[in-house]
């Protein structure tokens, strides 16, 4: 090659180097940031930084967290020498979960709440992802984030009560949707299949309700529970990854697990029916039974010592009122002295008994949000929740309405709608899970892309939507595999959703940006589903 070959070739490289620059370090970004931009100059170069200055509560920890993700991208174990320099900055001013990332061509500033400052090294890492080129280098295009969640509650929802999760892959779980911005997991403890959690004053919760196959010893799905211990390292473990656990213990329905340790908490015209763990009911609670509020004054004060949420959930969804308080001489005199028309009335005072200890113990409650179907009665959207509780939507078709309702009832509101956010539905046609007792539709990762938990209303209109949540009901989902396959990609929608403002999502960027993400779950060791769909060579 003569000379000028050889420079117009180098100029080649430089050219397609830079474009290839310009289009990808912004291109793994997910949720996508409130503010991003490149700037022109030369990159930053990881090989010289000589020093990580870094002052905050927990420096050990994000230290750590930073040499890891650089040492995993670009196999450069941090610091090494020169005169390069990271400075971490916890600004108490900061808001919650806000940061900013400034990167030059000698230094890179991290700056913003504690929280914040860990989704900087989240948004780093994906930055070093998708910018492939500069990467292998071991080089940073010089980038400018700004970044805060549009909502404070980005949940995923976990069901270890119908199929058990072992607590390590709960927290792998918990590694994967911190990458992504979710701070809270919600845990579904109790159900008809299983009690998971250690009640130290009722160990009969757990000696028989956590044993769905009495024979099968403590291996597999169907057995199992977490000890007192094992949570409260889970609640550090988690909290540390910027994410809070919330319990959720579900009554007065589901409930067969409890019954099956204590048939006579149940109305007592059906106390000689078989209550079998995991045989799926129809079951309540009795409201008439003192001594369900005594064990629940138990349970519900040990759950509080367990996790420092100030939320406890308490379900309150698919209450078979009819089945059960409606037919119990108890329940029936209960309605009578307290002038009741219906039995779906003691809802009021069951729950106003329940959120009484939940109250006393510091916490609040949050509740699945029922409209007409049980509680109150069809067509009459009377709304006798408590004040003070917050509600999740989650049934199909009736968001609008209960948007509408806990606003004017002075209720915050999660977002959880099934048309977009149930994840245990199927992905596409023929595709898991294999059995669908529910009717579950399909519900597509553009389907689960197209939540926006505003709904689109007037600003004035939903102040009170506090944000999302993901569900992974585990009925038909055996293990973590199972999970990940469903949760992942559209769980990485829902993130977007519940952090990005509108402005900055689009459907065709989204599907840009999540390419690099698989890439990244795979190497991960997460068994997501593939979406050929959309591919855009399909
Ligand atoms: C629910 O899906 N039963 C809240
Ligand atoms: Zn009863």
């Not at 002052?55 to 670009?74: A, C, G, H, P, W």
């Not at 600004?91 to 709440?113: F, H, N, Q, V």
């Not at 219906?342 to 029922?370: Q, T, Y």
Request: proline content about 6%; charged content about 25%; glycine content about 6%.
């Amino acid at each position: 090659m003569n000379k000028t070959i050889l420079y117009l070739w180098f100029l080649l490289q430089f050219i397609i180097a830079g474009t290839i620059t310009a289009q990808d370090n912004l291109s793994a970004l997910l949720p996508m940031p409130l503010k991003a931009e490149q700037r022109d100059g030369r990159s930053f170069e990881l090989n010289n930084v000589g020093e990580i200055e870094c002052q905050m509560s927990d420096s050990l920890f994000i230290i750590n967290e930073l040499t890891n993700i650089v040492k995993y991208r670009t196999d450069i174990e941090l610091p090494v020498k020169g005169g390069n320099k990271i400075i971490i900055k916890e600004e108490s001013s900061a808001l919650p979960e806000s940061y900013k990332i400034d990167i030059s061509k000698k230094r890179i500033t991290i700056e913003g709440s504690r929280s914040g400052i860990y989704y900087a090294l989240k948004t780093f890492d994906q930055i070093l992802l998708g910018d492939v080129t500069n990467t292998t280098n071991g080089k940073v295009a010089q980038i400018y984030i700004e970044d805060a969640p549009r909502y404070t509650h980005r949940a995923v929802m976990l069901d270890p009560a119908r199929h058990f999760l072992p607590i390590e892959d709960i927290k792998f779980f918990i590694d994967q949707i911190a990458k992504y911005k979710y701070n809270i997991l919600q845990l579904h403890l109790t159900d008809d299949q299983g009690w998971r959690i250690e009640i130290k004053s009722h160990p009969a919760l757990t000696n028989i309700g956590a044993f769905r196959n009495p024979n099968g010893g403590n291996k597999g799905p169907d057995n199992g529970y977490y000890t007192q211990k094992q949570l409260k390292e889970l609640v550090n473990y988690a909290a540390a990854r910027n994410i809070e656990i919330i319990p959720e213990l579900d009554i007065p329905g589901h409930s067969v697990a409890i019954l099956a340790a204590y048939p006579h908490l149940g109305c007592s015209f059906r106390q000689n029916e078989k209550k079998e763990v995991g045989h799926t009911t129809n079951m309540m609670i009795c409201a008439h039974s003192e001594e369900a509020y005594c064990v629940y004054e138990d349970i519900i004060r040990e759950v509080a010592q367990i996790f420092p949420s100030k939320f406890i959930h308490l379900g309150g969804d698919e209450a078979a009122v009819n089945e059960n308080w409606a037919k119990c001489d108890d329940c029936k005199a209960m309605m009578k002295k307290a002038g009741y028309a219906k039995p779906s009335d003691l809802m009021n005072i069951f729950f106003g008994r329940m959120l009484d200890i939940v109250h006393k113990n510091n916490k609040k409650a949050i509740l699945w949000c029922e409209l007409d179907n049980m509680w109150p009665p069809a067509n009459n959207y009377l709304f006798p929740y408590p004040k003070d509780v917050t509600l999740v939507t989650w049934r199909n078709a009736l968001t609008p309405k209960c948007i509408e309702l806990t606003r004017i009832n002075g209720h915050n509101l999660i977002m959880a709608p099934g048309e977009h956010t149930y994840l245990d539905y199927p992905q596409w046609h023929n595709d898991l899970p294999e059995f669908n007792n529910w009717g579950m539709p399909i519900t597509t990762i553009e389907q689960t892309y197209k939540l926006d938990p505003s709904y689109n209303l007037p600003a004035e209109e939903q102040q009170h939507i506090q944000g999302v949540m993901a569900t992974m009901w585990a009925e038909a989902i055996k293990d973590i595999n199972r999970v990940n396959y469903m949760f992942f990609p559209r769980g990485l929608a829902i993130a977007e959703a519940g952090w990005s403002i509108m402005q900055q999502r689009s459907w065709e960027g989204f599907k840009k940006r999540l390419m690099p993400n698989l890439n990244d779950l795979m190497r991960s060791g997460v068994s997501f589903r593939v979406p050929f769909e959309i591919s855009p060579r399909r």
